[in-house]
Every structure is written in C-alpha cells, then in structure tokens.
T-cell receptor, first 115, second 116 residues
Framework: GENVEQHPSTLSVQEGDSAVIKCTYS??????FPWYKQELGKRPQLIID?????GEKKDQRIAVTLNKTAKHFSLHITETQPEDSAVYFC??????????????FGTGTRLTIIP | DVKVTQSSRYLVKRTGEKVFLECVQD?????MFWYRQDPGLGLRLIYF???????EKGDIPEGYSVSREKKERFSLILESASTNQTSMYLC???????????????FGPGTRLTVL
C-alpha cells in the first residue's frame, strides 16, 4: 500500500519568516495530495490540496508544490503568524471517478511560530 | 456547514470491556472513516465505509469492527478493549463525488479513550 513520509517532525520559525514542510509518497499512482491543519485540542481541517494535473497551487499565504517524478510534495507558508502554530499533516490517495478512495497520512509536523 | 459529531469526548474503560464509539454526520455524505491518532504516528485508518452496510479494512483493523446501519451513523466497536487501544479516535466523512474523485474529509472532535 501507499506509504507517506513527512519531515520535519517539529519546526520552529520566527514570526514573519517562511516555513516549509516536505512529504514523499511511494505509490506512483497517487494523484491527490491534501494538507490538513490541526490546532491544539481541535479537529484536523483541510487547508489546501493539489491534484496531479498541476504542479503548484496557491491560496493567500499558503502554497503546495508537487513533483511527480520525484514523488514528493511540499507545503509552503509565507509571512508566518502566531495562528499558524499547529500540527500539519500531509496525505496522499489514488483518486478515481469512483470517489471513495482512502487517504494515507504522514506522521505530522508540529509548527511553532516564535513571536 | 458540515457537522460531524462523536458520542463522547472522553471515555475510560477497563481491559476486556466491549466499547462502542459512535459518529454521526449531517451532510448526507456517503463515505465515513475511523482513524486513531497517536503521537508520532499521525492518523492511521482503521476502517472505512462508502455505503450503508458496506465496510472496508484500513491499515490497522485488528481488534476493531464497525457497523453502518444508517447512512449518517458509523460505529466503531472494540470487542475486548486492551491497554494498547488507548488512543484518540477520530471519525471523518466525505462526499462521494464521482466527478472530482477523492473529496475533502471532515473530521469529528475526537474521542480520547483510556483503557485501564
């Protein structure tokens, strides 16, 4: 089955700096890559996703890049703010028109923004 | 606004007890999932269901079973709880959109289960 590795496990950055979290996946058939954010004591929520027909997607201060050849994808957060402090999970799945595929998650990155 | 609710936020059970965790979603989603979350291990899929009375094993199904008798409700059952099943359990649901493929999963608040 699919295996997703995520690095680093913890990351501290100064407020205003950028943060980058990287994930690699094993199954070349995977074509859907979401990122979830989990604030302390709260449920995970989708923040951005990318499908394999694009190489990059941006939404305000967050962006995701995908390199299908190397089988890795990354989350980029620019101009970090204290509310960005959370655990971030990447995931991968093989998406088809049937629409009921499961996600395989990475182990998470705890991001701390230092004021 | 999607609402996924779970029957308990905190639960304490004894070894050998039968444990039921319930999840309810109100958005008519076809897909429902059960995960366990442990520090350093991320979210691991236990079981999922894409239709009433249908179930599929996830990555760590051993020691668990599930039931889906109604579309909005998905139950996780620990037949005989053990201490290594102490964990945070998260339920999720998603729409089966045949046009988009895999769709956003919406999570419940979680149940922290302690088995003594």
């Amino acid at each position: 089955g699919e295996n997703v590795e995520q690095h680093p496990s913890t990351l501290s950055v100064q407020e205003g700096d950028s943060a980058v979290i990287k994930c690699t996946y094993s199954d070349s058939a995977s074509n859907y890559f979401p990122w979830y954010k989990q604030e302390l004591g709260k449920r995970p929520q989708l923040i951005i996703d990318i499908r394999s027909n694009v190489g990059e997607k941006k939404d305000q201060r967050i962006a995701v890049t995908l390199n299908k050849t190397a089988k890795h994808f990354s989350l980029h957060i620019t101009e970090t703010q204290p509310e960005d402090s959370a655990v971030y999970f990447c995931a991968a799945s093989i998406s088809s028109n049937f629409g009921n595929e499961k996600l395989t998650f990475g182990t998470g990155t705890r991001l701390t923004i230092i004021p | 606004d999607v609402k996924v609710t779970q029957s308990s936020r905190y639960l304490v059970k004894r070894t050998g007890e039968k444990v039921f965790l319930e999840c309810v979603q109100d958005m008519d989603h076809e897909n429902m999932f059960w995960y366990r979350q442990d520090p350093g291990l991320g979210l691991r899929l236990i079981y999922f269901s894409y239709d009433v009375k249908m179930k599929e094993k996830g990555d760590i199904p051993e020691g668990y079973s599930v039931s889906r008798e109604k579309k909005e409700r998905f139950s996780l059952i620990l037949e005989s709880a053990s201490t290594n099943q102490t964990s945070m359990y998260l339920c999720a649901s998603s729409l089966l959109d045949s046009g988009r493929g895999t769709d956003t999963q919406y999570f419940g608040p979680g149940t922290r289960l302690t088995v003594l």
